[in-house]
């Protein structure tokens, strides 16, 4: 199903190409079109999901999806030792970067370019791990939920 629902439908690239230059494109207004789209319920959301994981203590958090580092951001409310955010769009994480800078989180937050189907992480790395909006981009869904339930 998720395979079928693609950003550009005469393009010939897969899925997960066109994804990321979607988000490329968008990168620019994405926090803003979020903010005003959800009404700014999207931040209630995060919120929410950070402190239905408060109770493990996660010390080593991944981020997947991770954008423009909301939810990464979000998740530094339960002082872990590091969030990690992967993604496979540049401009979003460009952004992304420069919003922990600003925050002056660089030295607990790392985004970096991943794909969700091919983490460059050992088993057992993290203790809780998060996807904020980006489960109806991944390409082949089944291969992604099939990680998280070895
Ligand atoms: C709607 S944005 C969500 C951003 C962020 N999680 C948030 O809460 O605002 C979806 C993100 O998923 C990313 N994405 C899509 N497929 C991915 C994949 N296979 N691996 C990593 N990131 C992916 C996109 O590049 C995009 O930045």
Excluded: C
Aim: charged content about 30%; overall charge neutral; proline content about 3%.
């Amino acid at each position: 199903m998720s395979e079928k629902v693609i950003p550009y439908k005469n393009s010939t690239e897969s899925k997960k190409e066109q994804v990321a230059t979607m988000f490329n494109n968008i990168a620019p207004k994405y926090d803003f079109l979020n903010q005003l789209l959800s009404l700014g319920i999207h931040k209630g959301w995060r919120k929410k999901t950070i402190q239905l994981i408060a109770h493990n203590q996660p010390k080593n958090i991944l981020d997947i999806a991770t954008g423009t580092g909301d939810f990464a951001i979000e998740a530094m409310k339960l002082n872990p030792d590091r969030v990690i955010g992967i993604d496979i769009s540049e401009g979003m994480l460009k952004l992304g970067v420069e919003k922990i800078k600003r925050l002056n989180l660089q030295d607990k937050v790392d985004l970096k370019l991943g794909d969700s189907e091919n983490l460059p992480f050992e088993n057992n790395s993290f203790d809780a791990v998060t996807v904020g909006f980006g489960v109806r981009n991944f390409e082949h869904l089944e291969k992604e939920f099939m990680k998280f339930t070895e």
